[in-house]
């Protein structure tokens, strides 16, 4: 069965500098959730999109934007990265909003390092 | 917003042991899942058990959504069973899930 695809899956990153990351989400799933996991962390939950707008948000730096396009598709931007922003970073997505019932499913995740 | 707890942080355990894992929420949730992050990363998908038992295999989980509480029953442990493992919840009012620290489970051999 398809899965989360995120890319790449490995990023290194200067300081200061910008990234992109991208999340193609399971056939038919039109909500995308990012979520961020540091060193020995749980993952947090950065911002949500459903049907391309976006439906919850957490502690998103604004340094940080993200986007969900009209395949469903997301991308997360970073920029100006600093060190403390090396993290593992998962895409997951669901049938329908959470609230309906429906179950996340992540990605393998994108892991950032900062340097 | 809800409180996820999870205990104990820790557990070191021999091959072919049994383990309970525990999972405590501060509200109501529409749904509790149960994941296992592997050494790689990985997130897998262990149980969507927001009220009830069920079972997979050597794993089984139990929610009493009554009394806010989950549990996750590791049998018979294996070295690949190592890894993080979490408990996360979503409300049903926003659209998130929220993870607990998890529990760190090394199975010796």
């Known amino acids: 069965a398809a899965g989360v695809i995120q890319s790449p899956r490995h990023l290194i990153k200067e300081k200061r500098e910008t990234a992109t990351l991208k999340c193609y989400p399971i056939?038919?799933?039109?909500?995308v959730y990012w979520y961020q996991q540091g060193p020995g962390q749980d993952p947090q939950f950065l911002i949500s999109f459903y049907e391309k707008m976006q439906s919850d948000k957490g502690s998103i730096p604004d340094r940080f934007s993200a986007q969900q396009f009209s395949d469903y598709h997301s991308e997360l931007n970073m920029s100006s990265l600093e060190l403390g922003d090396s993290a593992l970073y998962f895409c997951a997505s669901s049938l329908a909003p959470l609230s309906s019932g429906n179950t996340i499913y992540f990605g393998e995740g994108s892991w950032l390092t900062v340097v | 917003g809800i409180q996820v707890e999870q205990s104990p942080p820790d557990l070191i355990l021999q091959e072919g042991a049994n383990s309970t894992l525990r999972c405590n929420f501060s509200?109501?949730?529409?749904?509790l899942q149960w994941f296992h992050q592997n050494p790689w990363g990985q997130l897998i998908n262990l149980f969507y058990i927001p009220s009830g038992t069920k079972q997979n295999g050597r794993l089984s989980a139990t929610t009493v959504a009554t009394e806010r509480y989950s549990l996750l029953y590791i049998s018979s442990s294996q070295t690949t069973d190592s890894g993080v493992y979490f408990c996360?919840?979503?409300?049903?009012?926003?659209?998130?899930?929220?993870f607990g620290k998890g529990t760190r489970l090394h199975i010796l051999p």
């Open positions: 056939p038919r799933h039109d909500t």
């Open positions: 509200d109501s949730v529409n749904n």
């Open positions: 996360a919840v979503d409300t049903g009012r926003d659209d998130k899930i929220i």
